[in-house]
Nanobody, 129 residues
Framework: QINLVESGGGSVQTGGSLVLSCAASGWSYTSNCLAWFRQAPGQPREGVAAIYKRDGTTYYSDSVKGRFTVSQDKVKRTLSLRMDSLQPEDTAMYYC??????????????????????WGQGTQVTVSS
């Protein structure tokens, strides 16, 4: 059983920063993808960032490129998402996701929701103007 637990969400003002963390446990640290998705009320779940674990290649959606940074700590088995220059449109529930088939590598992008097998419970990010 693979477990993903997010933390670090909260409320910030426009232009502020937050760092989300995802603690992963329950599987061998093999080559696959770890990703962050977000979902605002009434909106589809959107992939925002992913990392290919084997070589650390990162992928971002156009909406966050240049503002968000995804990284991994292989020793601690954590995935992080640093979010800078936050805007009200970044307000959403943020989810950590993982898959053993490396969709980010094969697509050379974050990939879609249905390509990720394991999910955390989410952490809320609210950006006020």
């Amino acid at each position: 059983q693979i477990n993903l637990v997010e933390s670090g969400g909260g409320s910030v003002q426009t232009g502020g920063s937050l760092v989300l963390s995802c603690a992963a446990s329950g599987w061998s640290y093999t080559s696959n993808c770890l990703a962050w998705f977000r979902q605002a009320p009434g909106q589809p779940r959107e992939g925002v960032a992913a990392i290919y674990k084997r070589d650390g290649t990162t992928y971002y959606s156009d909406s966050v490129k240049g503002r968000f940074t995804v990284s991994q700590d292989k020793v601690k088995r954590t995935l992080s998402l640093r979010m800078d220059s936050l805007q009200p449109e970044d307000t959403a529930m943020y989810y950590c996701a993982a898959d053993r088939q490396a969709p980010c590598f094969y697509r050379q992008s974050v990939g879609s929701q249905n390509e990720y097998e394991f999910w955390g419970q989410g952490t809320q990010v609210t950006v006020s103007s």
